[in-house]
């Protein structure tokens, strides 16, 4: 029989369960289109990866949502990238961007997040050639 959850991964940021309602992410290439005058065929620079973002509705229900709710509330506020978890995706490696929570007294056991999420790149700010040539410049 068809389980359309069989491969699906538990969805986590940094090690804290939730639920996904929905996710979408967006990813690609950064391309600038030149076009020019009297010309026909326009030039396509490539400048490289997206950043890739992530927007996921989530929530946390059933016993122990207090604590759950949170404890992924408490990850706004912590410094630097961590693992996020999709049903789809898996893991990869991701800094969270914004994070807003909905809570309704009448559906009390029941917290729902929308969180937006930014792929994680270098390590350390990028320096052009002309930027460290002129450090060396002066420094000589």
Known sequence: MFDPTAGLWPASFQGVPFRVE???????????????????????????????????????????????AAALKALALSRGAGALVLPMDGPQIVRLQEIKRSFAKDKLGFVAFDLSFVREGATSALASVLSLAQLLFDAA
């Open 22 to 68: 929905s996710d979408s992410i967006e990813d690609g290439r950064r391309l600038v289109v030149h076009e020019f005058p009297n010309r026909d065929d326009p030039f396509v620079e490539d400048l490289g990866r997206k950043a890739g973002s992530f927007s996921i509705t989530a929530y946390v229900v059933g016993e122990g949502w207090t604590g759950e």
